[in-house]
């Protein structure tokens, strides 16, 4: 009996040893974390599927790019009308504590964390794995993860972040670097900005072998059908992306002299010939089908494959009598396109005459109108930055005195087909920015940076003063909250 | 009958000095020869056993001895052997152990001594289930035992085709859970023939089936459980095939239920009409005087209507008398070596809405064959199902306005009971009676069935091994369509009309276990069970899942008529697997009947559980003291009973999803990129979570004295489940909005007690006159919850209904509302009582304390049975005393009657005790669409009831009449449920599906 006993338990102790590996349960209907990052495919979909869900309608897929963020940046004349505007009128006049305007920011910054979870949860098993990469994949998947990551971090803190310049220790956001179930606590803007910038420098050094320094962007498919991963550099946050985003931050964080280093990187690579000025002859050379984003001047871009939504729901003038996004007359009249030399604006300007169409009275916006190849890859294109925006942050920050960077907005005005500025200023810089890159959702970013009044006329006492109202969205509710 | 045919002879010879005893052993309750019997020369190694005829040799010294016979479940039998009296061992005559049959406790793992037993538990035979009622074993438990509890929906009133939420000795599990994981964290497990089931398998189940019910509420019965034990178990066991010839049974039940809507207090038409008109909805308010005369003239036709005597009574509309008969044939028979028993029971409920409809069918075979120490048991059993479901629900009918006519004047039913003309700003009002006549159906069928093995080797008569297999597989269907023409579709296009829905679940269950058991005296003192054994279980189940639309026409309804899938709707796929593995040990021990030790270990791993913490440890310890066994109480007769009994012990609950525990991922689905496909996270996984675990302690006595005439169960436990297992919402920043986390815990301290006097005690004579008494109260807060529950907190503050709150100290049950001074008589404003304790007409949600408690402080019945006879009598009523209820009837159908609302029909006090000018001590405010009245503790009532639960009369024929009339025995019984309820408050209850009252008529023969 005894010996029964002793064999029941040897028995019971055997199975149960064995059971552990019995307990562990895959599920079929949905990917296990385990099985999906299994091997180097699964790590690259996972990569990819951050870049595709960055084109939600919650972040640039709209508010981020065209939508949300550029009416707070002051692009559009939204009218008061209820039944046409909706919410729009609210948010234009900085009403953020709406219930719709909380609600959309709660999902825009939902979205974003989201976003930052599946980054971490990336880098996480990255740093676990004992999965073998393929070339130099790893360094890049590694890298790209961690830009992805500061760059998110980065834009909630411009939008839910203080004044930087004004008030760069106020709390702000919390940055999270690893998965976590209890919540981070919320930083200074001065803490988030240091995690920003580390996370960017590493990125930067592991992108150092990016075959973009070399190849160049390489926009369409390997011929022998093999994985396009290493390609379409410009769709992914390339080594010159990072660098970019250093220059972008460095000048919003007030580190004049790493802005102007990162940015005139960039110009530099642009002169050797990686990311060049649109060939005139596409823009103005071909008035029925321009390129009309200057695709090889996007150093990095998502593609959306549905990205004609962005001008059919928000630009196109046959949304009449819904509304429709554009420019106040007299500001593209006698500012932005107009006033000459006292403003810089002329109508010959390649980016008043690719992307802005009359009908009626009013000119309507074109530069999210497709190309007439469907299957272009400049239709799927929504520019995340540009190098125009590069040389605006070389010409602010080449000096303290903002004069003294007038040679680089006019190498870039020399490539609009537009004549020299004698002398820059703030505000010449800002209407710069309003050319360059209207609808890509940086006004917001340039006013608040600046702490000066938003643009949204050409009559000055009409525009919205700065002021924290303004520049500071309130955290979500279930930040402070919980 | 059986004739011996064993001859007895025995051979003396000088030489050899031994003798042989020839003989059979049979059963003296059948007189079957019992195979398998040991028979020892008392003291020696030397003995024989019985064989396939029940006859055993026995070579014996011819000396004076002392021959025992021995077998499973039946008491020993010594006889002495005198050398002259070898004749008298011709015919032994064994019985079945008498204290196996009646108190035993049966775990569903082992069974036990009640008496030997430190756990607390209570076990109910199928008489005492059948004596309350016939719809189901919960609904007759409910009734007879105060801790086991089965929550009245409000919403869903008596709907046959909704399963009840179920709780022994309250929650152990934060709300919410069910909501978002489908499992009730707070069910109890359910243990059928050994093997775990479900509660739906439960509720199918034909009563006439069960043989006896037994639930186990603390550590010490629940351990060997393990970590699905916290919220107690309910252990039930089907009848096993008698021996004997060939015999047939019949039992049915035939019952007829009436919907109760005493609790309905709706306005009649001229009432409706004066309220509505008081409330301004016949007033223009933009001083249109065109809009008036339109107004005016609606008023007019409605009253015009109601003076010619239009006065509709909607609810007798969708309800009907529903009559539910069941039946259940039995066949059985067999002899020792092989038993037979075939089964067929049907079901069919009807509800009290017409097509509500459930009906079962099950076919059952038991088989046992026993030969020599080993027996092998089967149970198959194959079921089916057949669900139909309204598809208008009650509140419709209940909204309908009493002056709209319901058939127009060609006796045909219109769509909408009113519609506002073209240009008119108005809501249109449909006719209940329009989607209820159209081809709806809600409906769903399953198939399944449950195959049950047991082998049992019967090692020696102290050991015993046993080995378990069960296999359950189900597959249900369900599909549901609505015609085209529902009011549902009136704005959809031409193409998106109607819709139909298909979802299939494929359920496969298994379960294995291997155990030994041990129980033995040693030296007349000290008696030793044991129990060791292995469990696996594992349960795959998968739901697919379309809808189509589309359809054109109302009759025509097979899926094939519909136009596509609705536009972006993909299938559904949802597949869970889960999977437990245990090791368990239970020992007793007790020294003279007197002490009493008994002790339960149990590993269980399960893969809902993260790689961090797959496995749990569950142990128990319990103890007893039989004080009526010690010397001192000798003497005594007045106690035949006195037992004190103390657990403790940490049960777990795994009543949680199956994949909880680590991250999915999902495709992005919406977009494809240059670079192929991408993925998501879809899910995040706590790989850390805890189990849930209850550390419970129980102190009981059981007590039975005066000559068995008062029989006493009292009960004191204290339950602290640490860590909670809860789904928190988090800060958005976490990058997912909730996950399931421990966080806190909940203390629960309770008492209960059952309390049998039987003034009139002749059972000899068959007369017995009961009286029942049981109580049970607990009391729950929470603890170190902090914050985690905030965002729960302020949902419910801002929802219009939700009333409770997540706070350390505060308890699951409690109400949380602003504290009301009452209407002030001279302005009709409410009067706020502020925290601090000052007056404001302000409302601020955060003077929020706690007003009332939906727990009662004492809750329980108190019944009587008679028996005389065959006569018996029974009436058992369920009181509640001192818990509160927030009367939603009030707070939405008195007050809080919006533009919208208006057009449903209201309770009369909506009417009657609102404040004006002329009723200024009015409790409610004022007749206002616009004014919204916020929750306060106005509408917090003391709810107090009595209810008829059950009343039965039953009679059992004599033998001699049932002889005359040529069957084995019969047996009739009437019981009547929910005969009466009155109560403190008016609410209305059932508000999807109304109570029923239920008369049943129970017959039993056997032939």
Redesign the interface.
């Known amino acids: 009996?005894k010996r029964?006993?002793a064999y029941?338990?040897a028995?019971?102790?055997l199975?149960?040893t064995s059971?552990?590996a019995?307990?562990?349960?895959k599920?079929?209907?949905?990917?296990?974390?385990?099985e999906?990052l299994s091997t180097e495919a699964?790590f690259?979909?996972?990569?990819?599927?951050?870049?595709?869900?960055l084109?939600s309608d919650m972040l640039y897929g709209a508010a981020l790019s065209v939508e949300m963020v550029e009416i707070m940046g002051g692009a559009y004349v939204i009218g008061t009308d209820n039944s046409v505007w909706g919410n729009y009128a609210d948010l234009a006049a900085y009403k953020y504590q709406t219930d719709y305007w909380r609600a959309r920011l709660?999902e825009t910054?939902?979205k974003a964390?989201?976003?930052?979870?599946?980054c971490?949860?990336l880098l996480e098993n990255l740093e676990k794995t004992t999965v073998k990469f393929s070339g130099d994949n790893y360094r890049v998947i590694k890298g790209e993860a961690l830009a992805l990551r500061a760059m998110l971090h980065f834009d909630m803190l411009r939008l839910f972040g203080p004044v930087y310049s004004q008030n760069p220790d106020a709390v702000a956001?919390?940055y999270?670097k690893k998965?976590?179930?209890t919540?981070?606590a919320l930083l200074m803007a001065s803490e988030v900005a240091a995690e920003v910038i580390r996370d960017l420098n590493e990125a930067r050094i592991l992108l150092a072998n990016d075959p973009v320094r070399t190849s160049g962007t390489m926009t369409s498919?390997p011929a022998d059908g093999s994985s396009?991963?290493m390609?379409?550099r410009n769709?992914r946050l390339n080594y010159y992306a990072v660098t970019a985003l250093l220059a972008r931050t460095g000048l919003y964080f007030g580190d004049r002299e790493a802005a102007y280093d990162y940015s005139t990187e960039v110009i530099q690579a642009s002169s050797d010939g990686i990311f060049p000025f649109v060939d005139k002859n596409l823009v103005i050379g071909s008035p029925d089908d321009p390129d009309r984003i200057f695709s090889s001047e996007v150093i990095f871009a998502l593609?959306?494959?549905?990205r004609n939504k962005l001008f059919k729901g928000y630009y196109d003038p046959s949304r009449i009598p819904n509304y429709v996004f554009r420019m106040d007359n007299d500001l593209m009249n006698n500012i932005v396109y107009g006033g000459g030399a006292t403003t810089g604006g002329h109508q010959d300007d390649y980016r008043y005459r690719v992307n802005w169409v009359a009908t009626g009275a009013n000119r309507y916006f074109y530069k999210y109108s497709d190309m007439v190849d469907a299957g272009s890859?400049q239709n799927?294109m929504i520019p995340m930055i540009r190098l125009g925006e590069m040389y605006l942050i070389a010409a602010e920050s080449r000096s303290a005195d903002i004069a003294a960077g007038v040679g680089f907005v006019n190498q870039l005005r020399s490539n609009r087909g537009v004549g020299n500025l004698s002398a820059l200023t703030k505000e010449l810089l800002q209407y710069e920015y309003i050319r360059e890159m209207y609808g890509e959702g940086q006004l917001f970013f340039m006013y608040k940076r600046m702490y000066s009044p938003v643009i949204v006329s050409s009559t000055a006492s009409k525009n919205p003063s700065p002021s924290n109202a303004v520049f500071v969205l309130p955290l979500?509710?279930?930040?402070t909250?919980? | 009958m059986i004739i011996i045919l064993a001859v007895s002879s025995w051979v003396a010879s000088a030489q050899v000095s031994t003798a042989v005893l020839k003989g059979t052993v049979i059963d003296a309750a059948d007189g079957y020869p019992l195979i398998g019997v040991s028979v020892m020369l008392n003291g020696t190694k030397q003995g024989t056993v019985t064989d396939i005829d029940g006859s055993y040799e026995l070579k014996v010294p011819q000396d004076k001895c002392e021959v025992v016979f021995s077998y499973v479940g039946y008491d020993d039998v010594v006889k002495a052997y005198t050398t002259k009296n070898a004749s008298s061992f011709s015919r032994i005559v064994m019985s079945a152990n008498a204290e196996q049959l009646a108190d035993v406790v049966v775990t569903g793992v082992y069974e036990r001594k009640k008496e030997s037993f430190t756990g607390a538990s209570a076990t109910f035979k199928t008489d005492q289930l059948k004596a309350v009622g016939s719809s189901n074993v919960l609904q007759s438990l409910k009734t007879l035992d105060p801790s086991f509890k089965m929550m009245e929906s409000t919403q869903f009133g008596s709907n046959p085709n909704v399963m009840p939420d179920i709780e022994i000795r309250g929650k152990t599990s934060v709300a919410g859970m069910k909501e978002e994981y489908g499992t009730d964290p707070n069910q109890p497990l359910f243990i059928l023939d050994g093997f775990e089931t479900t509660l739906e398998t439960i509720m199918n189940l034909n009563m006439n089936r069960v043989a006896s019910v037994t639930i186990l509420k603390d550590a010490a019965s629940t351990a060997i459980y393990g970590s699905k034990a916290s919220n107690g178990v309910v252990v039930i066991e089907t009848k096993a095939p008698a021996r004997g010839r060939l015999q047939l049974s019949y039992k049915g039940d035939f019952g007829l239920s009436l919907a109760d809507l005493s609790d309905y207090n709706l306005m009649n038409s001229r009432e409706k009409l004066e309220f509505e008109t008081l409330a301004g909805v016949y007033r223009d308010n933009t001083n249109d005087p065109f809009a008036q005369i339109r107004l005016d003239n609606l008023r007019n036709e409605r009253l015009k209507e109601i003076e010619r005597g239009v006065d509709t009574y909607w609810l007798s509309e969708p309800v009907r008398p529903g009559f539910t008969h069941k039946h259940n044939i039995y066949a059985e028979g067999g002899e020792d070596k092989i038993r037979y028993g075939i089964g067929l029971s049907l079901g069919n409920v009807a509800g009290v809405m017409k097509d509500s409809d459930r009906q079962t069918l099950e076919g059952n075979v038991d088989l046992i064959y026993r030969t020599g120490k080993f027996q092998f048991s089967n149970k198959l059993s194959i079921n089916w199902l057949d669900v139909t479901n309204p598809t208008v629900s009650f509140a419709e009918y209940a909204y309908a306005n009493p002056y709209y006519r319901k058939y127009n004047a060609d006796d045909g039913i219109d769509k909408y009971l009113y519609y506002p003309e073209e240009g008119i700003d108005d809501y249109p009002v449909a006719n209940p009676l329009w989607n209820a006549h159209l081809n709806n159906w809600d409906t769903a069928s399953g198939f399944g069935f449950t195959n049950n093995f047991i082998f049992e080797w019967f090692v020696t008569k102290e050991l015993r091994f046993r080995a378990k297999f069960g296999l359950t597989k189900q597959d249900d269907d369900e599909q549901t369509r609505l015609s085209p023409q529902h009011t549902q579709f009136d704005d959809s296009g031409e193409t998106e009309k109607g819709l139909y829905t298909h979802t299939q679940i494929k359920e496969l269950s298994y379960e294995g276990d291997v155990a030994v058991t041990f129980g033995k005296l040693f030296a007349k003192k000290h008696m030793v069970n044991a129990v060791g054994g292995f469990n696996f279980s594992n349960n795959h189940r998968q739901v697919y899942g379309y809808s189509a639309t589309g359809f054109t026409d109302d009759q025509f309804d097979a899926p094939s008529f519909a136009n596509g899938y609705p536009v972006g709707d993909s299938p559904d796929y949802n597949e869970s697997l889960k999977r437990a593995a245990s090791f368990y040990i239970n020992g007793g021990y007790a020294y003279a009947e007197r002490y009493l030790l008994d002790f339960n270990y149990r590993l269980d791993g399960a893969s809902m559980f993260g790689t961090g913490n797959r496995f749990r440890n569950t142990w128990s310890v319990g103890t007893g003291w039989n004080i009526h066994k010690e010397p001192f109480m000798k003497d005594n007769d007045f106690f035949s009973l006195l037992k004190v009994r103390g657990s403790i012990g940490n049960p777990g609950n795994q009543n949680f999803s199956a994949y909880q525990a680590f991250s999915t991922y999902k495709f992005n689905g919406w977009m494809t990129n240059v670079f192929g496909t991408g993925v998501i996270l879809n899910a995040l996984g706590n790989a850390d979570l805890a189990w849930q675990e209850t550390t419970n302690y129980d102190i009981g006595a059981d007590l039975t004295f005066w000559g068995e005439r008062i029989n006493m169960t009292l009960d004191y436990y204290w339950k602290h489940t640490d860590p909670l297992l809860a789904v928190i919402t988090t800060p958005g920043s976490m990058g997912v909005t909730s996950v399931a986390m421990n966080a806190g815990s909940q203390k629960t301290r309770g008492w209960e007690t059952s309390i049998r006097v039987s003034p009139v005690y002749k059972p000899s004579e068959g007369i017995i006159w009961n009286i029942s008494f049981n109580a049970t109260s607990a009391k729950s807060e929470y603890a170190n919850i902090g914050n985690s529950f905030a965002a729960l907190n302020e949902s419910g503050k801002s929802s219009l209904v939700g009333t409770t709150r997540y706070y350390d100290g505060g308890s699951p049950t409690a109400i949380w509302a602003v504290r009301s001074a009452g209407i002030d008589p001279a302005t009709g404003k409410e009067l706020f009582i502020k925290k601090d304790g000052t007056y404001s007409f302000t409302y601020d949600v955060n003077d929020e304390v706690v007003v009332g408690d939906t727990q009662p402080k004492v809750e329980g019945l108190v019944g009587t049975s008679l028996y005389f006879k065959g006569l018996s009598v029974g009436c058992y009523l369920r009181y509640r005393w001192g818990g509160q209820v927030f009367n939603s009837s009030l707070f939405q159908k008195v007050e809080n009657i919006g533009t919208q609302e208006v057009y449903n029909n209201q309770d009369k006090r909506a009417l009657y005790d609102r404040w004006s000018e002329n009723n200024r001590d009015a409790y409610f405010k004022g007749i206002s669409l616009v004014q919204r009245t916020e929750k306060s503790s106005r509408f917090v009532m003391d709810d107090n009831s009595l209810v008829g639960e059950s009343f039965n009369v039953g009679y059992e024929f004599p033998d001699k009449i049932a002889r005359k009339m040529r069957i084995g025995a019969m047996n009739v019984q009437l019981t009547m449920s929910d005969v009466f309820r009155a109560t403190s408050v008016r609410v209305e209850r059932g508000i999807d599906y109304p109570f029923a009252r239920t008369v049943t008529m129970s017959l039993g023969i056997t032939f």
């Open positions: 009996m029964i006993f029941m338990i028995a019971a102790l199975t149960l059971c552990d019995w307990l562990n349960v599920p079929y209907d949905k990917m296990s974390e385990e999906l699964g690259i979909k996972l990569l990819n599927g951050i870049y595709i869900e084109n709660n910054w939902n964390y989201a976003l930052i979870l599946n971490n949860l956001i919390p999270y998965y976590s179930v919540p981070n498919a396009t991963f390609y379409y769709l593609s959306h494959s549905q890859i799927t979500p509710s279930s930040e909250d919980n």
